[in-house]
Every structure is written in structure tokens, then in C-alpha cells.
T-cell receptor, first 116, second 114 residues
Framework: GAGVSQSPSNKVTEKGKDVELRCDPI?????LYWYRQRLGQGLEFLIYFQGNSAPDKSGLPSDRFSAERTGESVSTLTIQRTQQEDSAVYLC??????????????FGPGTRLTVL | AQSVTQPDIHITVSEGASLELRCNYSYGATPYLFWYVQSPGQGLQLLLKYFSGDTLVQGIKGFEAEFKRSQSSFNLRKPSVHWSDAAEYFCAVAPTSGTYKYIFGTGTRLKVLA
């Protein structure tokens, strides 16, 4: 596609429910990243994929958070038993590759998650 | 600890006025430096980046930034602001090896008065 797309754009859920957030990266981009943007805060790194594997999951805030990527393309971020503190905008980005050399990360528009 | 500080949460300027958004970082070595802009409902768009060399970097939309090693700063400037520049601006750093792990500042929201 022309850019990174994310769905849904908005998600309202009740506390305790599970949610799945989807990211479609730019075609051919091998690296994919998830970030969380809480109100009034900067972006927090959550997880990075190179291909379908995730060499760095260090930013996932708890074991309620998980992510997978298939076909070196689409990625899904799953939050189980959502809590109110999970309310945030979840941003996805992709790049050609992540290595010792710089590769620009292209960001999607984000999914705004509200946990009631 | 590695961090990025954007001391101004909100800035309001009149259209046509000059703009400077501040960014300071704390890092073990000189990192790669970035400025991104985020318009409502949009993803982050890269305005400019600094890797090495000339400390004054030109970006898109008429923006520039100056890297000052002695001050650990990377301030963003624009000589004449347009109403369409109203958005949120994020400064970010990344290590020069394994550049995926960006650290973002908390952002500065720019309001432009007609």
C-alpha cells in the first residue's frame, strides 16, 4: 500500500475485555514496530519485529500484551483483560530493515483505544 | 538514563512569526536526532534528521534544526510560521547502532493564530 495502515482507528472497550489492534506495514518493509502514546506523553517503544520474529519485546508493559506478525506483513497487537491505564493511542511503524544503519520509520495513523 | 526533554508543552505563535521548539537530550554518546510532526488523526511524519556533519540541518516544509553538542540540544526552527503548521511536534533520538529503538520527547503542541 501507499503507507502504513492501522485498524480500527478507534476502539472503545470495557475493562476486562480483550482487544486486537491491526497494522498493515508498507509492502516490502521487513521491520515493524509498535509504540504506545499516552495522553500528554511521548511515544513508548513496545516491540520490534524483523520479519516474523521479535528480537526485542522489552517494551511490552505486562504479560497481558502480546504481538505477532505473519507473512512478514500484517501484525496484530493483542491486549488481554484490558485495564483503564491501557487507554492510549497505539502507533505502528515500518521500515526497510533495522540494522546498524539508519532506516526511516514510517508511521501509521494509530488506533485510539479507550477502556471504560 | 537516556531521555529526551521538550520543555514547552504548548506554544502559540501568530502566523508569519518565527518559531523555535526546544529539545534537549541525555544520552551516552551523540545519537541520531529527529524531529517528527503529527497532525490530528495522522501518523508521525519525519521533518528532518541529523546523523553527522553540518550541525544545521534542513528539512521539509521550511523547517531547520541545529545540533549543539555542548548543550545537548537539537532545536527546531522556522522563520515564518503558516497556519498549516499547527500540529504536535516530537523530538526523538536513536542510538547510532541498532537505530530502531527511538526515544521520544513528550511533544510540543503548536497553535497558530491567524
Amino acid at each position: 500500500g501507499a503507507g502504513v495502515s492501522q485498524s480500527p482507528s478507534n476502539k472503545v472497550t470495557e475493562k476486562g475485555k480483550d482487544v486486537e489492534l491491526r497494522c498493515d506495514p508498507i509492502s516490502g518493509h521487513t521491520a515493524l514496530y509498535w509504540y504506545r502514546q499516552r495522553l500528554g506523553q511521548g511515544l513508548e517503544f513496545l516491540i520490534y519485529f524483523q520479519g516474523n520474529s521479535a528480537p526485542d519485546k522489552s517494551g511490552l508493559p505486562s504479560d497481558r500484551f502480546s504481538a505477532e506478525r505473519t507473512g512478514e506483513s500484517v501484525s496484530t497487537l493483542t491486549i488481554q483483560r484490558t485495564q483503564q491505564e491501557d487507554s492510549a493511542v497505539y502507533l505502528c511503524a515500518s521500515s526497510n530493515r533495522a540494522s546498524s544503519s539508519y532506516n526511516e520509520q514510517f508511521f501509521g495513523p494509530g488506533t485510539r483505544l479507550t477502556v471504560l | 538514563a537516556q531521555s529526551v526533554t521538550q520543555p514547552d508543552i504548548h506554544i502559540t505563535v501568530s502566523e508569519g512569526a518565527s518559531l523555535e521548539l526546544r529539545c534537549n537530550y541525555s544520552y551516552g554518546a551523540t545519537p541520531y536526532l529527529f524531529w517528527y510532526v503529527q497532525s490530528p488523526g495522522q501518523g508521525l511524519q519525519l521533518l528532518l534528521k541529523y546523523f553527522s556533519g553540518d550541525t544545521l540541518v534542513q528539512g521539509i516544509k521550511g523547517f531547520e534544526a541545529e545540533f549543539k553538542r555542548s548543550q545537548s540540544s537539537f532545536n527546531l526552527r522556522k522563520p515564518s510560521v503558516h497556519w498549516s503548521d499547527a500540529a504536535e511536534y516530537f523530538c526523538a533520538v536513536a542510538p547510532t547502532s541498532g537505530t530502531y529503538k527511538y526515544i521520544f520527547g513528550t511533544g510540543t503542541r503548536l497553535k497558530v493564530l491567524a
